[in-house]
């Protein structure tokens, strides 16, 4: 089992600059892969970026150059530092990681969910 907890969520103006911190605890040698998620309201929850265990990064296009996502193995934590925000940057912001294949898997342990933080970029 593998617990995420997001934090660092806040309310901010358009322009600011925020980071995100996600914290793994748990059997955290389970977890491979990790990946900042958000969902804004009224929106479907849409992935933002994915960090392999190597360091591997993807973004998608309307983030990259802006945000920029790292992780820390020895703290057991991923960290996404948002630069340049936008009113369209609202929404609560979801971490998640994938469980190992080399680790033993139970139903519905193939990947976690942190509960989210809340970004508010007003105008």
């Known amino acids: 089992q593998v617990q995420l907890v997001e934090s660092g969520g806040a309310l901010v103006q358009v322009g600011d600059s925020l980071s995100l911190t996600c914290v793994a605890s748990?059997?955290?040698?389970?977890?491979?892969?990790m990946s900042w998620y958000r969902q804004a309201p009224g929106k479907q929850r849409e992935r933002l970026t994915h960090?392999?265990?190597?360091?591997?990064?993807w973004y998608v296009d309307f983030v990259r150059g802006r945000f920029t996502v790292s992780r820390d193995n020895a703290k057991n934590m991923m960290v996404l530092q948002m630069n340049n925000l936008k009113t369209e940057d609202t929404a609560v912001y979801y971490c998640?990681?994938?469980?190992?294949?080399?680790?033993?898997?139970?139903?519905?342990?193939?990947?976690?969910w942190g509960q989210g933080t809340q970004v508010i970029v007003s105008s």
């Open positions: 748990g059997e955290t040698d389970c977890i491979t892969a």
């Open positions: 998640n990681a994938d469980r190992s294949l080399h680790c033993t898997r139970r139903v519905g342990e193939d990947e976690y």
């Open positions: 960090i392999e265990g190597d360091g591997e990064t």
